[in-house]
C-alpha cells in the first residue's frame, strides 16, 4: 500500500531533522577524539625550486592543513602580491583558493624568493581552537605567473609521540619534511 501523504511528510520531516541535528551537532565524533597534545607543533620544512636560466618569477605559496576528510582546518602561510596586477594571479592556487579565499587579507603575506623556508602549526584551527589528534594532510601548493603549478598533498598522524617523516615532491616543490616535536 502506497504512503499517504501525511505520511510521506512526516518522513520527510523527520528526516531533514535528523539531518539538520547531524549538521549542527557533529561534536559527539569530535569530543571523542583526544585533543591536541599541548606544546606540540608539526613544523614542515618546504623547498620551492629555482628555475634553471632566464628571469625568475618569485612563486605564489599556500601551506595549510586539512582534516581526514579534506576541509580546511588552518591556513598557516599565503605568499602573495596583494596589489597591482598580483591578485590575478591568486586564484592559480587552486586548491587552496578554493575553499579559503576569505582568509587571504588575514593570512598573506609578500612573495619570497625561491629557497628552504619554514612554518609551524601549533595545533589550532582557523577559529583558534585546538584540534584534536588524528589524521590530517599537509598541503603546500606554488603557483608562478606564466610559470609551473605544483601541489604537494600528504597525510599524516598527528598523536601524543613525536615523529620525523619526509613528504614528497612536485614540480617547483623540490622537498618537504614534517617534524612533530615539543615547540
Known amino acids: 500500500m502506497p504512503d499517504t501523504r501525511r505520511a510521506f511528510l512526516g518522513k520527510l520531516a523527520a528526516t531533514t531533522a535528523f539531518l539538520t541535528l547531524n549538521r ?5 565524533a569530535a569530543a571523542a577524539a583526544p585533543a591536541w597534545v599541548s606544546g606540540m607543533a608539526l ?35 599565503v605568499w602573495a602580491q596583494t596589489t597591482g596586477r598580483g591578485p590575478r594571479w591568486i586564484p592559480d592556487l587552486r586548491r587552496w583558493y578554493r575553499e579559503n579565499a576569505g582568509l587571504l587579507d588575514t593570512v598573506s603575506s609578500a612573495t619570497r624568493n625561491p629557497g628552504t623556508y619554514a612554518v609551524a602549526w601549533d595545533g589550532k584551527t582557523d577559529k583558534g581552537t ?4 588524528g589524521d590530517y594532510y599537509v598541503c603546500i601548493e606554488t603557483a608562478r605567473e606564466h610559470g609551473p603549478y605544483s601541489l604537494v598533498r600528504e597525510k599524516v ?24 616535536a615539543k615547540a
Open 24 to 28: 549542527f551537532l557533529p561534536a559527539r
Open 43 to 77: 613544523d614542515i620544512t618546504f623547498s620551492v625550486a629555482t628555475q634553471a636560466g632566464g628571469r625568475v618569477k618569485r612563486p605564489y605559496v599556500a601551506v595549510w592543513i586539512e582534516d581526514a576528510q579534506g576541509n580546511p582546518v588552518r591556513t598557516l602561510t
Open 130 to 133: 585546538l584540534a584534536p589528534r
Open 157 to 180: 598522524t598527528v598523536g601524543a609521540t613525536a615523529f620525523k617523516r619526509s613528504l614528497g615532491a612536485d614540480g617547483d616543490i623540490e622537498a618537504t619534511s614534517v617534524n612533530y
